[in-house]
């Protein structure tokens, strides 16, 4: 391709509004164009590193035995009524009439249709295992877009989904594409890696999401650096400090005036955090619409985490609740306890109820209550894990001290089980004829945000530079000649040298000076760039310099096209030197 006849141009400034890195850098080298908020155009050069991505990403899931299909983005709303989903899904969906005035989808995943699929195609244990895959537009309409393709409403995915008669299979399954997603991953040059995650609304009993490591990330992650414990921080678990044993004592009502901090309240009674206990209100939405108080209890050296606490509760969502909305229940918000409270649901952090005597709310303005047992004081409707694991907390694990880190989720997995198939009646027959319900595994990329995620890995201050394996050209030769003449016809001639080689070469033709070009080569980040110009044909050579490397070396023109080819072969097998097997945590 000739820069003088590709649709895009380079831009010296990014706009205003460009947040991240990636987001400047991909809107600068002529890669994107925003159209509206979280809905992008690909411009060439960026459809040629997302068709490589793509191809990778095929590689890796024939290899496993997947299938590629194509499935709609309009789904008529009737499949996501069976699942329940239509009614549990917020804004984010996409919802539509037809012009019959039926309720219409746009597609942000695809599991309801799949489970259609299955029920009228798979009829006997004869036709299990199955894996299906494809790479289509999803609609998300996310209220915060942010970070250029990072989070966006529109975008790409693959999507994958596993069909078997058995947990063993789907087992068998999900390890395979534990391992197909690093090796995704290495070979666009992307570290990741696999940490416990929250099902969230795709449902099933256990999950993993693939992180990008980066301070960009939305995401917290709970690390061990001794074990290798990595998860989510809305799932992860820590090794809770036990609190010493003691004999319950007589509960005493003090005077804390204006003490409605945890802080305020250690520091007037001189006693740690972990001897109080911290109270977080919060209405939790349900499947029929209504709200519920709930009362959240953990020690006062923790936090509570909301996605345990949903997750517990099964609920839709959870938000702050109100004062107007607590004062019924008897509970005083900054001075409450479970004691005595009416119509809340009260949920312990297990902690809790293994911590004797500690001080609690008397739900009296300016009082507290010493000596707060559980059982003997008051009882919870659950007691779980409710706590959220912080940096310098131990390791569940190992008790090591943990670390937090922030990421983007540039993959996820997920054991659906039988989520959608019963709901949706998708039976086969198994070997003594009964039917049974087909077992599922839901597993996903965002091929745009991974475009974005390695261009956030990949770059200096200059521009991008782009993996090998993923790079829109693999070379960029810039020709200095500044009209026709020998300079400019060596040019074309070691341009279509190199196309007969099989290599891919972007050449910069237009009649800039050679500063633009120069920035533009390093802006748009091609893995080698050649340089030629009037100086260069009389020595005979060319210039090649490796994108991210300082130095530039000669080479006989003659010997550019196999000197191109043999670098490029370097660049690949550092690549593929990150492809290793990694063991499976579960």
Same mark, same amino acid.
């Given at each position: 391709m000739r820069m003088s006849s590709l649709f895009s141009q380079t831009l010296r400034e990014a706009p205003a509004d460009a947040e991240v890195e990636s987001h400047r850098l991909l809107l600068r080298a002529g890669f994107i164009r925003q159209l509206a908020s979280g809905i992008f155009s690909y411009l060439p050069l960026a459809r040629r590193a997302i068709d490589k991505i793509e191809r990778i990403i095929?590689?890796?899931?024939?290899?496993? $035995?997947g299938q590629e299909i194509t499935m709609p983005v309009v789904h008529p709303a009737d499949i996501w009524k069976e699942t329940n989903r239509w009614y549990q899904i917020g804004s984010e969906m996409g919802r539509f009439k037809d012009k019959n005035d039926r309720d219409m989808v746009l597609a942000m995943t695809h599991e309801e249709v799949v489970a259609d699929l299955v029920r009228r195609e798979i009829r006997s244990y004869r036709q299990l295992p199955q894996l299906v895959y494809q790479l289509q537009t999803k609609w998300r309409d996310d209220p915060r877009p942010r970070s250029g393709l990072i989070r966006v409403r529109e975008f790409t995915m693959k999507d994958s989904y596993s069909l078997d008669a058995d947990w063993e299979g789907l087992e068998k399954q999900y390890r395979a594409h534990y391992? /197909?997603?690093?090796?995704?991953?290495?070979?666009c040059g992307l570290p990741a890696i696999a940490v416990k995650s929250d099902t969230g609304m795709m449902g099933g009993k256990v999950a993993h999401e693939y992180m990008y490591l980066s301070p960009i990330g939305e995401d917290t992650l709970i690390l061990c650096d001794?074990? $290798? +414990?990595?998860?989510? &921080?809305? @799932?992860a678990r820590f090794a809770k400090k036990a609190a010493p044993a003691a004999a319950a004592l007589p509960v005493e009502k003090v005077a804390t005036p204006d003490t409605k901090t945890i802080e305020d309240l250690t520091r007037l009674l001189g006693i740690e955090k972990s001897q109080t206990a911290k109270v977080v209100f919060l209405m939790a939405r349900q499947e029929d619409e209504s709200e519920k108080l709930v009362m959240a209890l953990v020690r006062g050296d923790m936090e509570v985490n909301e996605t345990k606490l949903g997750n517990a509760l099964k609920a839709k969502a959870l938000r702050p609740a109100r004062e107007d909305e607590i004062l019924p229940s008897g509970a005083?918000?900054? +001075? /409450?306890?479970?004691?005595?409270?009416?119509? /809340? %649901? =009260? %949920? @312990?952090?297990?902690? @809790?109820?293994?911590?004797?005597?500690? =001080?609690?709310?008397?739900?009296?303005?300016? +009082?507290?209550? &010493?000596? =707060?047992? +559980?059982?003997?004081?008051?009882?919870?409707?659950? =007691?779980?894990d409710l706590a959220a694991a912080q940096e310098g907390d131990g390791c569940p694990e190992c008790g090591a001290a943990l670390r937090a880190s922030r990421g983007v989720e540039v993959g996820n997995i997920f054991q659906l089980g039988t989520r959608y198939t019963d709901a949706m009646n998708c039976t086969f027959l198994d070997a003594e004829g009964k039917a049974r319900s087909l077992i599922m595994g839901s597993y996903g990329i965002g091929v745009g945000r991974l475009l974005a995620c390695i261009a956030e890995q990949h770059r200096d201050e200059q521009g991008l530079i782009w993996p090998v394996s993923v790079a829109p050209y693999q070379v960029h030769l810039v020709s200095l000649a500044k009209a026709a003449g020998p300079a400019a016809e060596a040019a074309d001639q070691l341009y279509a040298a190199l196309r007969q080689a099989g290599v891919e070469v972007l050449l910069d033709d237009r009649g800039e000076n050679p500063g633009v070009k120069f920035n533009d080569a390093d802006l748009i980040g091609l893995p080698l760039r050649l340089t030629l110009g009037e100086r260069s044909l009389k020595k005979g050579v060319a210039e090649m310099k490796v994108r991210g490397r300082e130095e530039n070396r000669e080479v006989p023109i003659a010997e550019v096209v196999e000197a191109v080819k043999a670098e490029l072969t370097t660049l690949r097998a550092a690549l593929q030197a990150g492809l290793v097997e990694v063991p499976f945590k579960d």
């Open positions: 095929r590689d890796e899931m024939e290899a496993i $035995g391992q /197909a997603y690093f090796n995704i991953f290495n070979r001794a074990c $290798g +414990y990595a998860a989510n &921080r809305q @799932v005083v918000a900054g +001075y /409450a306890s479970p004691i005595g409270v009416k119509g /809340a %649901v =009260v %949920v @312990v952090d297990e902690a @809790v109820t293994t911590s004797p005597n500690l =001080v609690a709310g008397a739900n009296e303005d300016g +009082y507290h209550l &010493r000596n =707060v047992n +559980y059982g003997r004081d008051y009882t919870a409707e659950q =007691v779980v």
